[in-house]
């Protein structure tokens, strides 16, 4: 009843979100800012952005 996860980004800012995109199998990019329950480099993410500005650029380097 979705869209295709090969398509799908997750962005998140905790474990959890990370740990679903895993379970689902897509990439995930973490938010330095936000809730953070570790350090958002030992969250796991695929990519870490400090700024909502960045995100486009991540998700075109995701679809190439």
Request: charged share 15%; proline share 8%.
């Given at each position: ?18 740990g ?24 796991g ?8 500005d ?11």
């Amino acid at each position: 009843c979705g869209g295709d996860p090969a398509r799908a980004v997750l962005v998140g800012d905790a474990s959890p979100d990370t740990g679903a995109a895993k379970a689902a199998g897509v990439p995930c990019v973490v938010c330095t800012f936000g809730y953070n329950d570790l350090p958002p480099a030992e969250l796991g993410g695929d990519v870490t952005i400090g700024h909502f500005d960045a995100l486009v650029s991540v998700i075109e380097d995701f679809a190439a």
